[in-house]
């Protein structure tokens, strides 16, 4: 008798296949970091994989090689978001370098799609010299927890997350920004990063932070550049002041790419000013060389008692 039988153990797993010994919720997991069409194509490797797709936890819905049109997968995700089963995702990610005029509200179905399961984490980033423009309506879920936006057009009320109760993670980067407020009660990391807008934003931001909210739970931020350039560097006092359990900002005054140089700033409690977060540990300052704005934010944040040292 064979010692396995004897003992009553598993049988054993055969060398070369240790990926098979695991369970199907592992596999699961792991389908969900394929791209759509490579994890159906899984169904052929044998019996048990005939199906595992259909239940991944999440979607990865990117171009061939990731240079395919939105076009390309019009229909073959109709049939894959119709024969999926899970109730609920934890990830989605959307991403294309092509598109179409008419494959823009393919890529707005697929958000809202992503939204209706219950999605903890979206990601959606358009490679292309033009924005892809989202829908104008907010979006409404308990569950969404982060959400990356890449290469976008974001008009009216999509940034507002009142309805969005769980949204701790908002990153923009490369969006065109033309909406007038972000709303949110929950968000704890905000990074805007090279962004465009036809608002005076420098004017509205302030002037609104000034009037009335805080962002009573935002503890870490990334601003790029943009909000560094006001003679008084208003918007980011501002923001300073406005953020009350803020730990740790960082600024980027440099378009994306190339090296840097990179400056990290603390303080001591006691010497600590009253008019920022009791809970700041480190300021982050990055720059591609020390010019006359990265001295004056710089000799701006000194006066916060923050002092600097190279990394």
Request: hydrophobic residues 40%; charged residues 25%.
């Amino acid at each position: 008798m064979p010692p396995w039988e004897e003992n009553g153990s598993a049988l054993p797993v055969r060398a070369g296949d240790r990926i098979g010994a695991l369970s199907d919720d592992i596999l699961h997991h792991l389908l969900s970091f394929l791209s759509v069409q490579s994890a159906v194509r899984t169904c052929v490797l044998a019996r048990r994989w005939r199906h595992l797709w259909r239940s991944t936890t999440g979607l990865r819905i990117v171009g061939v090689q990731k240079q395919g049109h939105v076009q390309d997968l019009v229909k073959f995700l109709h049939h894959l978001l119709i024969l999926h089963e899970r109730s609920v995702l934890d990830t989605v990610e959307i991403e294309f370098s092509e598109f179409l005029k008419d494959g823009v509200p393919y890529v707005n179905l697929w958000i809202r799609f992503a939204v209706q399961w219950g999605v903890c984490a979206l990601t959606v980033e358009i490679n292309h010299s033009e924005h892809l423009y989202l829908d104008r309506l907010p979006l409404v879920s308990r569950r969404l927890t982060t959400l990356h936006l890449d290469g976008l057009g974001l008009q009216e009320t999509f940034l507002d997350f009142s309805s969005c109760p769980t949204l701790e993670d908002l990153k923009m980067q490369l969006c065109d920004i033309n909406v007038r407020k972000i709303s949110s009660r929950s968000l704890k990391r905000l990074s805007i990063m090279d962004c465009q807008s036809d608002l005076n934003y420098q004017f509205v931001f302030t002037r609104d932070l000034k009037r009335s909210p805080t962002f009573s739970k935002l503890k870490t931020l990334l601003l790029n550049e943009y909000w560094c350039v006001a003679p008084d560097l208003d918007p980011l006092a501002c923001i300073l002041k406005n953020s009350p359990v803020l730990e740790k900002p960082t600024l980027q005054l440099f378009y994306t790419g190339g090296d840097h140089i990179e400056m990290k700033g603390s303080c001591s409690s006691m010497e600590r000013s009253s008019a920022i977060s009791e809970h700041l540990n480190i300021v982050e300052v990055k720059f591609h060389k020390i010019d006359k704005r990265v001295h004056k934010v710089l000799k701006f944040l000194c006066t916060f008692n923050i002092r600097f040292s190279f990394e």
